[in-house]
């Protein structure tokens, strides 16, 4: 299925929120305390000298929080224009080995044929800086009575190698102990498309890089798989945290069967949910080159306090202590 979508541009103080039509892995560091002393040394505020438009392609999974950071850098710089792309992170390096993008957000690690492809074109490697922590989340509808699933269960229901070891493919909802259904109820697969960073990681960590099975439904947009599963009786699905909504509930799950951890912050944070995952803002800086003006400013601000709390917000978690200083410090080429 070939992803189709609509720019999002953003002119003077005005958003124009387009519809995606058809649109990792490093884990984050443990959070040490927050250092605000970096933020406070380069300002995002008032600085001048800042115009243009920033072209921003990549990830579906940062299309909400790449739209609210360009609408409140816009309040403190209203003739700052973007247009947004986000058919999925594996446009961003494209676009920016092309020279087609500004910032290209991606919802996992590039990886070594897209950091080769960038330093053939340009003589070295893109930098990549980490803009906010996530999880991958597996939803059900609200109602549905399952709690908890293994990597390996999971695998065999959207795999169709089993690569992480279960012994049979599961496809109906009473061979995970689900009778509510009846006993002929198939389990209805969503996932996202392969352009998404999303689709990448989660064959990694839950396939064990195994192939999905045909039966898995390929949805656009991480937004579009939460709906397919609230408004579908035995669905499940896998899609960025950051989409929860009411209509869904999420799965705790366990690598080795015994210990289960659900997707909250703390589990997140120390990395004992499985499926936790950096999301990137990558940019060609050449090194020793410092970056444009504009840039700079608006990545300063997307890591600033101010920032950080659009990704509280949002339902993500935010970068702080030494992560978010090492951030800093690519910014300012230190």
């Known amino acids: 299925m070939k992803s189709v979508f609509t720019a999002f541009v953003y002119p003077l103080n005005k958003i124009l929120i387009g519809v995606l039509l058809i649109a990792c892995t490093a884990l984050p560091a443990l959070h040490a305390q927050e250092d605000k002393s970096t933020t406070d040394k380069l300002d995002y ?16 999974s940062l299309a909400n929080l790449m739209a ?4 409140a850098f816009q309040r403190l710089y209203p003739h700052i224009k973007f247009q947004i792309q986000a058919a999925g992170s594996a446009t961003a390096s494209q676009a920016l080995t092309q020279g087609t ?31 906010a922590l996530d999880a991958i989340n597996i939803y059900v509808e609200k109602n549905n009575p399952l709690e908890r699933l293994t990597i390996a269960q999971l695998d065999a229901i959207f795999s169709i190698t089993r690569f992480c070891g279960h012994s049979n493919t599961i496809s109906k909802w009473t061979e995970l102990g689900v009778t509510k259904f009846g006993g002929d109820r198939a389990i209805q697969v969503f996932g996202r498309n392969s352009a998404s960073g999303t689709y990448d990681l989660f064959k990694k960590l ?11 439904n390929e949805m656009p947009s991480s937004s579009s798989i939460v709906q ?12 960025a945290l950051g989409h929860n909504s009411r209509d869904v509930k999420s799965i705790s799950l366990s690598v080795d069967g015994e210990q289960y951890f659900a997707p909250s912050a703390t589990n997140i944070a120390s990395g004992k949910y499985p499926f936790t995952r950096n999301l990137y803002i990558v940019v060609n800086k050449a090194p020793n080159t410092p970056l444009p003006l504009l840039e700079k400013t608006f990545l300063t601000y997307v890591l600033s306090e101010a920032g950080q709390q659009v990704v ?23």
Request: proline share 5%; hydrophobic share 40%; net charge negative.
């Open 45 to 60: 505020r008032g600085t001048p000298g800042v115009y243009g438009s920033i072209s921003s392609v990549g990830s579906d």
């Open 68 to 71: 609210l950071w360009a609408q």
């Open 101 to 131: 993008a500004s910032i290209g957000p991606m919802s996992r690690a590039l990886t070594s044929v897209e950091i080769e492809r960038f330093i053939s074109q340009h003589g070295y490697p893109p930098t990549a800086l980490v803009v």
């Open 206 to 216: 839950a396939l064990c890089d195994g192939d999905y099975a045909v039966t898995v």
């Open 228 to 239: 397919s599963v609230g408004a579908s009786i035995g669905a499940i699905g896998y899609a």
């Open 312 to 334: 509280s917000d949002s339902h993500y978690f935010p970068v702080t202590g030494r992560l978010l200083q090492r951030q800093l410090n690519l910014i300012l080429d230190k």
